[in-house]
Structures are given as C-alpha cells and as structure tokens.
C-alpha cells in the first residue's frame, strides 16, 4: 500500500474518519480555564457529542482532570485503543510527539485547523496512520454527524 492513500484529503475520507471517531485523544488541550480557545472548546463540544474524550495536555503539570476525565501525559500511558488523536499543537512542535503518536497506533491522527506538517503526516502515513491536516474536526463532526 502507498503510505499516500493515508493521507485523507477527500470528503468521503474526512466523512469516514469522523464517523468511525468514538474515542479521541485531544494532544494539546487547554483546561476549563482557556475555555474560549479552540483547544478547549473543540473537545467540550465532542464530548458533548457523545465522543469519549482523553485528555493530554502539553501544559498545565498540576492538572489532574479537564472536561471530568483523568489527563494522560503521554498518549502511550492511556489504556485501550484510540481512533484519533486531535492535535493542537503547533506545526514545529509535532515532530516531538510523532513518536508517541506511532506507539500508540491511532487509527488516525487529525492536525487542526491552520496545523500542516508534512514532514510529520508522512511519517505517520507510512506508519500506517491515517492523517487529516488543516480541518477543524468540531466542523467536520458538524457537517458529518448522522442527522437525527
């Protein structure tokens, strides 16, 4: 297989990937206290979907819970599997976490809004990784939402 058909760029891929999501680790989240900022609020909104959300924030070392769920420093410390994990980071400070991302096998990584990594999508394509880069995924889980 091309590591490229990992990289989804279509909107039946970015369909597929939302609607397959039901447990999403948020690498980067802020705590109730940055509630304005999407880091926050995108992950508040998933929840409320009725997504199970992990949080792993990069900050905040005092910080034992965010939105009521224990944090987890390290993607590989949290137990079971994970379809996705949302990324809110920085492009030039995801290569750090590409390695953790790897070992913990996500079945896709997502980069937010405004986040491309190239260089980083490709190596996790070739992990076997699917990735989504520049989306928001509150936006896409919108749009792609079974509708009632």
């Known amino acids: 297989m091309n590591f490229q058909d990992n ?19 948020v690498l980067g989240i802020k705590t109730e206290q940055q509630s304005g900022q999407p880091a926050f609020y995108v992950a508040d909104y998933l929840a409320r979907a009725g997504v199970e959300v992990v949080p792993v924030p990069v900050y905040y070392p005092d910080v034992t819970h965010i939105l009521g769920k224990p944090v987890y420093r390290r993607l590989v410390d949290i137990p079971g599997e994970i379809d996705l994990v949302d990324v809110f980071r920085r492009p030039q400070d ?18 937010q809004s405004g986040i491309r990594n190239d260089a980083a999508a490709e190596k996790l394509a070739k992990a076997g990784i699917q990735v989504v880069q520049d989306r928001c995924l509150m936006v896409e889980h919108r749009r792609h939402s079974i509708r009632g």
């Open 7 to 25: 990289l989804i760029e279509d909107e039946s891929g970015v369909e597929k990937v939302v609607r397959g999501s039901k447990r999403v680790a």
């Open 94 to 111: 995801i290569d750090q976490h590409v390695e953790d991302i790897i070992a913990k096998k996500p079945k896709v990584v997502w980069f």
